[in-house]
């Protein structure tokens, strides 16, 4: 009899069992792990050969006198993990019986209280059947909002407040997956050390703090740390420290990109936690001799889509400077107030883009607590070789591929203009791999959005730093140091 194949670290079915075995499997996770296992014997065989066991079994053992039958057997000797069934019932290594463990081992979920409602809004709107406060919430539950905001309290102490519209499921007494909208989670006790929201594209680990989650239908998820620290899990990258006043943001695909921003120290240097000042070094840097960049109207009839008669010329973004004050709009790129404006970086050549690095700075020098030209909100594009006739379009995207997007009023949580820090930067990459391979850089900027009767006012841009990937696969200049934040980039 063939021995069944090790999993390896670098299977992504490898992972799937795990979260199975800890029971923090999502149905979509556990579809996608039984489509594997029926496709697979030989994972198949592995699957039962590396199943672990925590607690004494309760219940019978059934297994399918078949040839495989003693190797299935003295396979699962261990107790089961706490979160798995007490009772398994599983056939043999091969076919449907295999599948049939599976289903039943998913369909048994714990009985046991996880959570119970808290407090809500006095405005609150149910989707799922309306919860009243004080009521039970098992392992499953589903928490659905149409707007208001609920209160949710673990077992392990964490608590997290849903905001609308929202849908959250209850994973474990320490842990819930959600599957969009806004929730914001404190877990400051020994026992909620740990604590995890789930998301579609990553995980956020507390390490005794409050954070912000967000993630939207598609997969985009966001997180804000507004004390202590978090790690956040992202399937390919590892784990990533996000420290208290810093946010990250993962934007699905093929190549999980990082998003994160930062307040500065409102000062000429440009000092952030983390992302580094701008740079005269960086590949696009306008002393280097291969980067140019230009301003597009995204729509010719529109003066609106214009540069504002006051900004300074978009050679500055990459003069490796950012402004030297915190209201100088001569030093500061920016559209006239209204509709989106477009920023287009060519690179000279198609190169391997590793990160990419934005800067703004407003302070009015008339009201100190005026900073809505602070905020980032762009989209940015890629494209390889080919110069380019037209920005994306709804539906018919031109041949751009989507990077990331980026809007630092939602990392920071921001209600009103003094809780926008005046000095941001925002750091785009993707570990130690390339985001990908572009010539053309498009930035679809969109103004800030301001009260009734006010026009949107457009961000003081200062800089834009490019960083690239050599033949060999090493980072020419790299935009944080590994030594100096051990975390990123790095599996923990």
């Known amino acids: 009899m063939k021995e069944p194949s090790p999993f390896h670290a670098t299977d992504g079915r490898w992972r799937l069992v795990q979260r199975y075995v800890d029971g923090l499997a999502t149905s979509v996770e556990t579809l996608e792990l039984e489509a594997a296992l029926k496709q697979d014997p030989e994972f198949r065989a592995s699957f039962l050969a590396y199943v672990q066991v925590d607690s004494a079994l309760e219940g019978a053992l059934i297994v399918d006198e078949s040839s495989d039958a003693q190797t299935a057997e003295n396979s699962i000797t261990k107790p089961l993990k706490s979160q798995l069934i007490r009772v398994i019932g599983f056939v043999c290594v091969i076919g449907v019986a295999a599948i049939a463990f599976f289903k039943v081992s998913h369909a048994n979920r714990s009985n046991t209280e996880m959570a119970v409602v808290g407090s809500s809004s006095s405005d609150v709107r149910w989707v799922s059947d309306p919860l009243p406060e004080g009521a039970s919430l098992l392992e499953g539950a589903k928490v659905k909002l149409a707007k208001g905001t609920v209160e949710i309290d673990f077992g392990s102490g964490a608590m997290t407040r849903l905001h609308g519209p929202a849908h959250f499921e ?35 680990v507390d390490q005794g703090t409050e954070f912000l989650t967000t993630a939207d239908p598609d997969g985009f998820s966001q997180l804000h740390v507004t004390s202590g620290a978090v790690d956040a899990d992202v399937p390919g990258l590892g784990m990533q420290r996000v420290q208290k006043g810093s946010s990250l943001g993962i934007e699905p695909g093929e190549v999980p ?12 240097d440009f000092k952030f936690p983390t992302i580094p000042p701008p740079s005269n070094q960086d590949y696009a840097n306008a002393s280097q001799g291969r980067a140019s960049v230009e301003w597009w109207p995204t729509d010719e009839t529109d003066e609106r889509n214009d540069l504002s008669p006051n900004s300074g010329q978009p050679e500055l973004l990459i003069d490796g ?36 690095n934005t800067y703004s700075w407003h302070r009015s020098a008339h009201d100190p607590e005026m900073r809505r030209r602070a905020v980032q909100r762009y989209t940015l594009w890629g494209r390889g070789d080919t110069r380019p006739s037209s920005a994306p379009q709804a539906g018919n995207h031109s041949g751009w591929t989507r990077i990331a997007r980026v809007n630092t009023d939602a990392f920071f949580g921001v209600k009103d203009e003094p809780d926008r820090p005046p000095q941001q930067g925002c750091s785009i990459f993707s570990g130690s791999d390339a985001i990908g391979s572009f010539r053309y850089l498009l930035f679809e900027v969109s103004p800030t959005p301001m009260p009734d009767g006010m026009r949107h006012r457009h961000t003081f841009f200062g800089e834009i730093d490019v960083f690239t990937i050599d033949l060999e696969g090493v980072i020419q200049s790299r935009e944080i140091s590994p030594d100096d934040v051990p975390s990123l980039n790095k599996p923990r």
Not at 257 to 268: H, Q, Y
Request: avoid cysteine; glycine fraction near 14%; hydrophobic fraction near 35%.
């Open 170 to 204: 209850i994973i474990s007494s320490n842990s819930g997956f959600l599957h969009y909208g806004e929730t914001f989670s404190r877990a400051d006790n020994e026992e909620s050390m740990g604590f995890t929201i789930q998301t579609h594209s990553g995980n956020f």
């Open 321 to 356: 400077i950012g402004q030297t004050g915190e209201d100088l709009p001569g030093e500061s790129l920016f559209f006239r107030d209204g509709a989106n404006g477009l920023i287009v970086l060519d690179l000279g050549r198609e190169v391997p883009v590793s990160t990419i």
């Open 257 to 268: 990109v990082l998003i994160r921003i930062e307040p500065g120290d409102e000062s000429p």
